[in-house]
């Protein structure tokens, strides 16, 4: 039996784990970092993460989703606005190091594979994934494929323009993605313009609560800040009205949710259903499932494993 570890590599964080056959992982370990300004800085984090979790033992093959724009079947990443990457061979130095195959998706593609394989997307036809934490991301998974598109970024939903060109700066290099509207990130820088202006004040000063999060925005939402339901509001209901677009376009059965910002905000929640019923033709709307991750923060290793493992058994 072949032993495949999974890597799930974020802009702030990093899990690994051994990943059976049927998606039980074995040793899972998280690993916070303070970001990779050098990939090979990344790829040594990840030789000693997978070390950690094997015990030392030789492992068959490994795979690795990054949260970047992975060019199909290559591991080389063309951009990684989270990380600060551009153009890096980031499969070829990874397999160079480890000696052993290594197959690099971006982490919603991994993670949407492990929701259909093993987790709340099994059995759907066409499946849509989209997590809301840092930034926005997106897959699809239709009649048990991984869609890719021609270079291997397809799917990749939060960085369609939905605001003006004078609308907020994405991490991408444009303005106005829907990323930048409602990704954890965006929803810090805005919170925090919002703040300095004399807004949001039952959250608290900076020296209280330096960074604003999600979960600082609900809960000053239910304690009833107008601004600060305004700005969850406001990402949700953008998030929604373009998931509607999605539901006319690929009429997927099953729409799976997860992600930080969408586990801590049920404002975010709402307004994305609400967007969702406003834009989607309602002859398609009622064929679509709404659910949640069933795997959590291990869908991105069970999946990046699993599609090593199955790169490691094709002929």
């Not at 000053?220 to 509607?244: H, K, N, T, V, Y």
Request: proline content about 4%; charged content about 20%.
């Amino acid at each position: 039996m072949s032993k495949v570890v999974g890597i799930d590599l974020g802009g702030t964080g990093l899990r690994a784990g051994v990943v059976a056959e049927d998606g039980t992982i074995t040793r899972l370990r998280q690993f916070a970092h303070g970001g990779f300004p050098r990939p090979v800085d990344a790829i040594d984090r990840i030789a000693k993460a997978i070390e950690a979790v094997s015990d030392g033992e030789k492992v068959d093959a490994v795979g690795v989703g990054v949260a970047a724009w992975v060019e199909r079947g290559t591991g080389f990443i063309a951009r990684a606005p989270n990380l600060g990457w551009l153009n890096v061979p980031f499969g070829e130095l990874l397999e160079r190091r480890l000696g052993v195959p290594v197959v690099v998706h971006n982490d919603l593609k991994a993670i949407a594979w492990g929701e259909y394989r093993f987790g709340s997307g099994r059995g759907a036809n066409t499946l849509f994934v989209v997590f809301v934490g840092t930034g926005v991301g997106s897959a699809i998974v239709t009649e048990g494929t991984l869609w890719t598109g021609a270079r291997g970024f397809g799917g990749e939903l939060g960085h369609v323009r939905v605001g003006p060109d004078d609308g907020p700066p994405c991490g991408c290099g444009r303005r106005g993605c829907l990323e930048s509207y409602v990704g954890g990130s965006a929803l810090a820088r805005r919170a925090e313009a919002l703040r300095a202006q004399g807004a949001l004040r039952s959250i608290g000063s900076a020296e209280a609560v330096p960074e604003i999060t999600a979960a600082h925005l609900e809960a000053a939402a239910r304690r009833g800040d107008a601004d600060a339901r305004a700005l969850l509001e406001q990402g949700g209901d953008l998030l929604g009205r373009a998931l509607g677009a999605v539901v006319n376009l690929l009429n997927p059965d099953v729409l799976l949710f997860g992600g930080g910002v969408w586990n801590a905000s049920e404002s975010v929640q709402d307004a994305v259903r609400v967007g969702i019923e406003l834009t989607s033709h309602p002859d398609l709307r009622k064929s679509v499932r709404i659910v949640e991750s069933a795997l959590g923060d291990a869908a991105g290793v069970s999946g990046s494993a699993d599609l090593a493992r199955r790169r490691l058994s094709s002929p």
